[in-house]
């Protein structure tokens, strides 16, 4: 089977609708079958790996430390765009430090998070080859 | 007549926050909750809105939520209130009616 | 089925995880991997004692092939291997282990 071109485009803040977590679930199932898979954050979506996320208070699953996990799943790619961060107030510094390591290079750990402009997305959206917005 | 008005939307997706702030009248109270306490936050493209009608109305954000979106009380807009479910159900209380922006 | 240890009743799914994940304790690997004739030695435990900690720090159960790479990584080349964790858990490494380990089944695992 041919590599394709995965995108995962998250919109949404989590928790107050199920769709962060129906994406990353089909993220972490889509990942077994190998794929070349992006994921971006826009909008709402920023907020989805926000640091310090607490959920004790609202009786629902902290799903936030399972990003942490998608380098394991070779998922090294995770595009945020500068123009969402900055509508919200927000900076690099407020989301988790993702990261993979890199088992060529003795495993040293590498930064997941890309921050690139609208302009830049759009270029990297347009190289897709599949599409999936949530 | 005074009214609570609640908002579950993130301002940033929907237009509940605006059209609640537009059509609150002096007095009233507004809860931020969910997806809404989003609103709660300083130096967002809505902060300017928020901070704008607390002149006439009081603002609260229920503390649980802005805490699972991983936002700081410390950052919130000067003047709005953290309450907890406890307060939330006070608030109720204390209006007259609890209007729901959905 | 539920199943009892320690004296208590513990809930399952009807694939035999366990409802209450937070409520799992090691005597529950033992009396589960007995019902299904599994004897649990310590490289068994190693492999169980693993998917706790990558469970408590990720909030799931990695696929098959994570957990193999991670293993490799953590106990070493000659265990982070599919012969090696296939030995141990013959119904799976995933779904086996996950299961005595007190975690859901293995997302994406089918």
């Known amino acids: 089977m041919a590599t394709k071109k995965f995108m995962f485009i998250n919109r949404k ?31 709402d979506g920023v907020y989805q790996i926000a640091k310090g996320q607490s959920t004790d208070g609202i009786g ?15 998922i090294t790619k995770l595009y945020v765009e ?14 988790m430090p993702l990261v993979w390591e890199d088992e060529d290079d003795d495993y040293a750990e590498k930064p997941s ?11 990297v959206f347009d190289d897709q080859d599949v599409v999936l917005s949530f | ?25 002096k007095g009233h109270s507004i809860l931020l909750i969910e997806d809404g306490a989003l609103g709660a936050m300083a130096g967002t493209d809505h902060s300017d809105m928020v901070a704008g009608v607390m002149k006439d109305v009081s603002v609260y ?24 479910y406890s307060g939330f159900v006070e608030l109720t209380a204390k209006h007259d009616t609890c209007q729901s922006w959905l | 089925m539920p199943f009892e240890a320690n004296g208590k009743t513990f809930e399952t799914d009807e694939e035999g995880y366990m409802v209450d994940l937070g409520s799992w304790e ?44 991670a293993i490799g990584k953590k106990l070493g080349k000659d265990k982070g291997n599919s012969k090696y964790l ?13 299961k005595y380990a007190g975690l859901p089944k293995p997302t994406g695992c089918v």
């Open chain 1, 13 to 43: 803040a989590p928790y107050g609708t199920v769709y962060a977590l129906e994406s990353l679930e089909v993220v972490l199932i889509g990942a077994a079958f190998e794929q070349d898979v992006s994921l971006a954050f826009i909008g």
């Open chain 1, 60 to 74: 629902m699953k902290n799903f936030s430390p399972t990003y942490k996990a998608l380098g394991d799943y070779e």
């Open chain 1, 82 to 95: 500068k123009e969402s961060l900055e509508a919200r107030g927000l900076t690099l510094d407020d989301l």
């Open chain 1, 113 to 123: 998070i890309r921050l690139v402009s609208s302009a830049e997305l759009a270029e």
């Open chain 2, 1 to 25: 007549m005074s009214t609570l008005h609640t908002v579950n939307k993130s301002p940033f997706e929907r237009d509940s926050l605006s059209s609640c702030i537009r059509l609150a009248a």
């Open chain 2, 61 to 84: 954000v229920l503390g649980p939520d802005l805490a699972a979106r991983g936002m700081s009380e410390d950052r919130i807009i000067d003047g709005i209130q953290v309450v907890d």
């Open chain 3, 26 to 69: 090691p005597e529950c690997a033992t009396v589960m991997a007995a019902l299904e004739d599994q004897p649990l030695t310590e490289a068994h435990w190693e492999v169980l004692n693993f998917l706790r900690e990558y469970y408590d720090e990720y909030q799931i159960a990695p696929a098959v092939r994570v957990l193999t790479k």
């Open chain 3, 86 to 98: 296939y030995e141990l858990f013959p119904y799976g490494p995933g779904k086996q282990a996950c």
